[in-house]
């Protein structure tokens, strides 16, 4: 069974062998090393002259990425965590988003930046977070996060090889070592939105037309959230989990439906609640789905305070199984 | 006495060159300042929106460093202060003029304004140091491409104070990248004044990171135009990247009418000027003509604009 990580690496390999405009550049990632989560593994060995290993610099490089990409090449830069994303915010705001729009229309700035977000490793306050809210409602980039209930190679082909607009793709470091999610025992997977090239994936732990709950999330989720409702199919408690491939911008048709399946809704999040993802879509769903809805819509995300490294501290601040379970049942009560 | 001879005919061939290239140079510096004037009346006539940052006084470093290019291949990229290397580089007035008024016959359709602006292998942004990545970015995509492009980078005194520009230096220093950085030294960032902004030196600061660097009377547009040359002839041979800083003073205000230094300070420039400069070493009559040709060429364009959005004087 393929993992997300070795799914993304052979994603990139796939993607050097297939176009030779593609590039990778990051932090350490040259071999043996091979990028600090090692989703560049192997790559320069096998494209020595495509990878390059930068100095720390995430600011530069990812303007840099953005030149390449203007002048005609495909640049993944890779930047080491997530957490980085704040070095590079003004290269990605004020110039990645902008060029297209700003020089109308006559430039394309096809350029992928890959960080991995999320916590439950123990690394604290500064490497541990899930920043993407920050991102998030800037016009002109498109927000990737395959869940691992994706094909997270897939995803980044379409990204590398496809996309015309600059993509931030989000991977989740808990994610990087499973096996990525199949339909199993009760748990059905079915893909939505197959056509932009970042599906929405639905998973269902039934095999019903309507189900109790809906759950709405992305990305590193779906780690607490797949075993949930395996666990929920034996209390014959039925789930539709919503899972968006491209958080921005929104699938929200799908999630509509989604939400619809139950009128029931829990939308977690690894990021901190305030102002963020799950805020914007519970807001549409709640515009959309006015009268519909059998219950006010519940979200779950971090605590809004720093990220402990202790690993109790850490489990309190982020969202758990427990939560949503928690959630689940309290809209069923 | 032949070597004499021959040196006497070469000093003549230069002196016929060097004339001939500062009658290139006055005309685009005198059309660089025409269309700056021009931005000011109109935005004092209303007929412009949020601001313009004009290069009154810093024509020779526009027209020396992007003369000394090859305009079909190699990248310039711009700052706010950019019109006069957008001028430098392809001479569209009416693309120019109609994008600072908001027009679609804008080069950018009227959306990007005074400081986005972007034509063939032009770019500019109004982020201070900012654009320094994204050259460096240009320049890796060229040397890997081998195409022997040579991209240069303008700044302005108070935008190296911007971190991003040294990640730059490492990195093009690093991979030995076909770069210029342009520093012109204007001595003011907006208000701030060279001393309160800059520590230690501008050569120092490209020392310490390898690259090659110069630094020249900015309001001499022939040195300037020496100086470029040379550094890019250097540069598109593969001698890596470098630093070109241009010494000169911003004879207009940061953008409109923010200008609160003494009066004085500014009229003791006045005559280093390198318009006035040029003037002294060509035929006056001939720069009154070409600088009334670039008010008719500027004029004509504005007339069009105002009839297109239906206004006339």
């Known amino acids: 069974m393929t993992t997300y990580l070795a799914s993304l690496q052979t994603s990139l390999h796939n993607a050097f062998e297939a176009d030779a405009r593609v590039v990778l550049l990051g932090e350490d990632v040259l071999d043996p090393y091979g990028g600090a989560f090692k989703v560049s593994k192997g790559l320069s060995t096998d494209f020595p002259n495509r990878v390059m290993t930068t100095p720390i610099s995430e600011g530069a490089i990812t303007g840099v990425a953005a030149g390449m990409a203007m002048r005609g090449m495909k640049p993944v830069v890779e930047i080491m965590f997530g957490d980085f994303l704040t070095l590079c915010a003004d290269q990605i705001v004020n110039h990645i988003a902008k060029f297209r729009g700003m020089f109308n229309d006559q430039v394309r700035v096809p350029c992928v930046i890959r960080t991995p977000m999320g916590g439950g490793r123990g690394y604290g306050a500064t490497h541990s977070q899930s920043l993407e809210k920050m991102f998030l409602g800037t016009p002109e980039i498109r927000i990737v996060a395959p869940s691992h209930a994706h094909d997270p190679g897939e995803m980044l082909a379409k990204a590398v090889l496809q996309a015309e607009e600059p993509i931030l793709f989000l991977e989740n470091k808990l994610l990087y070592p499973m096996s990525l999610a199949e339909s199993e025992g009760a748990i059905n997977v079915e893909y939505w939105d197959k056509e932009s090239g970042y599906p929405t994936a639905i998973v269902r732990n039934h095999s019903l037309t309507a189900a109790d709950v809906t ?77 519909k809805l059998e219950a006010p819509i519940v979200r779950l995300a971090a605590k809004s305070r720093v990220i402990p490294a202790a690993e109790a501290g850490e489990e309190d601040a982020l969202v758990q199984a427990t939560n949503i379970e928690d959630a689940i049942m309290g809209l069923l009560v | 006495m032949r070597n004499n ?110 400081q986005h602006l972007h034509r063939k292998n032009f770019y500019s942004n109004g982020i201070l140091g900012g654009m320094s990545p994204i050259a460096t970015g240009f320049a890796t995509a060229e040397k890997s491409k081998n195409s022997g492009a040579v991209t240069v980078v303008f700044h302005g005194d108070g935008a190296m104070a911007e971190g991003a520009i040294y990640e730059s230096f490492n990195l093009a220093a690093l991979w030995q990248l076909p770069i210029l950085f342009a520093v012109e030294s204007n001595k003011y960032a907006q208000s701030t004044r060279i001393e309160s902004e800059i520590a230690g030196s501008f050569l120092g600061r490209a020392e310490a990171f390898g690259l090659t660097a110069a630094e020249v009377d900015g309001n001499d547009v022939l040195a300037v135009n020496d100086a470029a040359t040379e550094i890019v002839s250097n540069i598109r041979t593969g001698k890596g990247p470098a630093m070109l800083v241009l010494d000169t003073y ?42 009334l040709a670039a008010t008719a060429k500027v004029d004509a364009v504005v007339n069009t604009l105002k009839a297109s959005r239906g206004r006339t004087d």
Not at chain 1, 219 to 239: T, Y
Not at chain 2, 97 to 109: R, S
Not at chain 2, 266 to 277: A, G, K, L, M, V
């Open chain 2, 250 to 291: 911003r004879m207009g205000p940061h953008s409109k009418g923010d200008d609160d230094r003494n009066p004085q300070e500014i009229e003791s420039h006045r005559d280093n000027c390198p318009i006035t400069r040029t003037r002294t070493q060509l035929d006056a009559d001939w720069c009154d003509e070409t600088k």
């Open chain 1, 215 to 291: 759950v709405v999330s992305y990305g590193g989720m779906s780690r607490v959230i797949l075993p949930l409702l395996e666990e929920l199919a034996e209390e014959e408690i039925s789930v539709t989990a919503a899972f968006p491939g491209s958080l921005q911008p929104l699938p929200i048709d799908s999630l509509i439906m989604a939400a619809s399946e139950s009128g029931r809704v829990v939308i977690a999040e690894e990021g901190t609640e305030a102002f963020g993802w799950g805020s914007e879509v519970s807001a549409l769903l709640g515009e959309h789905l006015y009268g």
């Open chain 2, 5 to 114: 001879t021959a040196e006497i005919v070469d000093i003549a061939a230069q002196r016929a060159s060097n004339i001939s290239r500062l009658k290139r140079f006055y005309s685009e510096m005198i059309l660089i300042r025409t269309v700056e004037q021009t931005l000011l009346d109109l935005f004092s006539e209303g007929l412009l929106r949020g601001t313009v940052h004009t290069c009154l006084g810093q024509e020779a470093s526009a027209a020396g460093v992007i003369n000394a290019l090859d305009k079909d291949r190699d990248i310039v990229c711009s700052n706010h202060r950019g019109h006069g290397h957008y001028l430098a580089y392809c001479a569209d007035v009416e693309g120019l003029i109609a994008e600072v008024m908001g027009l679609p016959q804008g080069v950018c359709g009227g959306i990007g304004g005074s």
